[in-house]
């Protein structure tokens, strides 16, 4: 845990950010909680939604738990502490500097322990997983090479990069807790919509296919809509939350990608605005007098730079298509 003691150098110099605020303290009140858990059986389940909640619970375990010697080697983050460690963590999601976001490798594993140790906080678990991997990525791809390590071959111009890097990570990697009983809805709803249906595969990448998942800044379900996002979308997230409840919200996604790929002609462009806006994947196709993926990754958040490819390859090795086999949607 020496890892995350706050030190007045390691929170400075970034604003707070609303959105950031949340994420990251949702991930550092496990990490500050996570000495605790052994002697908390009765820590509260389920997680409540309001972060400020979050850092209450995290400071009364803190301070009524913790042992002395603990109180006197770490110490629980201030809030303004809170808020430089999101700001720095979002912005490395959003920059486009792989490097960046490769740097959160030790603490994201160090918040997935946490999670997965903590009774009732599976669903950010779930999210932070695949957020992990695509971290990981960033780290494997910008790593110096070593002495006897052959540089990574640069792909086709017309390439999505990294995508035979994340097809060889997913190969053997197993099956998500409920593909078996999840994906034929989720390919049935997108066949449905016109949307190919290999591309219900999505969720595992966005939520684990874990319909009740849920992310720190708002985004929930299969297909980790955002409120707004899910609303335009038709549907409701309140009482009932139709982003957990997977044929609705598949429906949903599989309309929202149809609508993507019918904008932009290309499905690595379509899942590039499903994860960043299709504003900005439109503003950078335009500047850069670009036509696909390849031409506008080096300029788009490194989150997404990652994720687009390992869609393809999860498409890919659990469906069997290959990202320039994946069909056109029907019109109706």
Not at 93 to 115: F, I, N, P, Q, W
Not at 121 to 143: C, G, K
Request: one cysteine or more; aromatic letters at 10%.
């Amino acid at each position: 845990m020496k890892n995350f003691r706050c030190r007045p150098g390691r929170w400075a110099g970034c604003p707070p950010s609303g959105r950031a605020y949340k994420y990251g303290r949702t991930l550092l009140v496990c990490f500050v909680a996570l000495p605790l858990v052994a002697q908390t059986p009765t820590f509260p389940t389920p997680p409540p939604a309001d972060p400020d909640d979050l850092f209450r619970i995290g400071k009364q375990l803190f301070d009524q738990l913790a042992p002395d010697e603990i109180k006197a080697q770490y110490d629980f983050p201030s809030k303004e502490q809170w808020d430089a460690f999101a700001a720095r963590l979002q912005h490395a999601l959003e920059s486009e500097d792989l490097s960046a976001l490769a740097g959160y490798v030790d603490e994201g594993r160090a918040a997935l322990t946490a999670l997965r140790t903590i009774q009732g906080y599976e669903d950010y678990a779930d999210w932070l997983e695949q957020r992990l991997d695509e971290i990981s990525v960033a780290r494997e791809v910008t790593a110096p090479p070593g002495p006897t390590v052959k540089p990574l071959p640069k792909p086709p111009l017309s390439a999505v990069p990294y995508y035979e890097l994340w097809r060889a990570r997913v190969k053997s990697r197993p099956l998500p807790v409920g593909a078996a009983a999840l994906m034929p809805r989720l390919r049935a709803a997108f066949s449905a919509e016109g949307a190919p249906p290999e591309l219900a595969w999505i969720a595992e990448a966005e939520s684990s296919l874990n319909p009740a998942a849920r992310s720190p800044a708002g985004a929930k379900g299969l297909f980790q809509f955002m409120p707004d996002t899910a609303k335009g979308l038709g549907l409701s997230t309140f009482l009932p939350d139709d982003r957990s409840d997977p044929e609705k919200s598949a429906h949903a996604a599989a309309r929202y990608l149809k609508a993507l790929h019918s904008r932009f002609g290309s499905w690595p462009l379509a899942l590039a605005a499903y994860n960043a806006g299709e504003g900005r994947v439109a503003r950078e196709l335009a500047d850069r007098h670009a036509r696909d993926f390849a031409g506008i990754a080096g300029a788009l958040p490194a989150e997404t730079r990652m994720y687009v490819p390992k869609v393809l390859a999860l498409v890919s090795e659990r469906a069997g298509i290959a990202p320039e086999r994946i069909s056109a949607p029907r019109t109706e």
